[in-house]
């Protein structure tokens, strides 16, 4: 996507320092699978960003596992943004279940093996209905 400088897959938001996958796996970590988001914020807007996420997966999905729906922020800025992207959405007739997608406060990230970078690109286009065309 034009602005998206970099990604990186990783774990977030649990108790144990330097999770592997399967650890994580485990359930016993508390961590969330996460894709953190380089952006130059002169190209793309944080709003923008957040208006993709709410595309690419269910945000009414509740998850007990490390697969749950959250949005990390960093700033208040940030914060206050998605919050009110999420309630924009909530707005909506869009879905018939309650949006449960958490908004938390950034912490520390743990990146993925190696072989989860890029993973979809290493398989193949098995996601390609995913891709939003941002070109136009």
Not at 63 to 86: C, D, G, N
């Amino acid at each position: 996507m034009k602005g998206v400088v970099s990604t990186a897959v990783g774990y977030s938001g649990g108790h144990f320092d330097r999770p592997t996958y399967g650890d994580v796996c485990s359930g016993k970590t508390g961590h969330t699978e996460v894709v953190q988001v380089e952006y130059d914020p002169t190209l793309v807007s944080y709003e923008d960003l957040l208006d993709i996420f709410w595309k690419m997966h269910d945000p009414t999905a509740r998850e007990k596992t490390q697969y749950r729906s959250v949005v990390i922020f960093y700033t208040p800025e940030q914060r206050k943004i998605a919050l009110a992207s999420r309630a924009n959405l909530e707005s909506t007739s869009e879905f018939k279940r309650p949006i449960v997608t958490e908004i938390e406060p950034a912490k520390t990230f743990w990146r993925a093996e190696e072989y989860h970078q890029h993973y979809y690109g290493k398989q193949g286009d098995i996601l390609g209905r995913f891709r939003v065309n941002t070109s136009a």
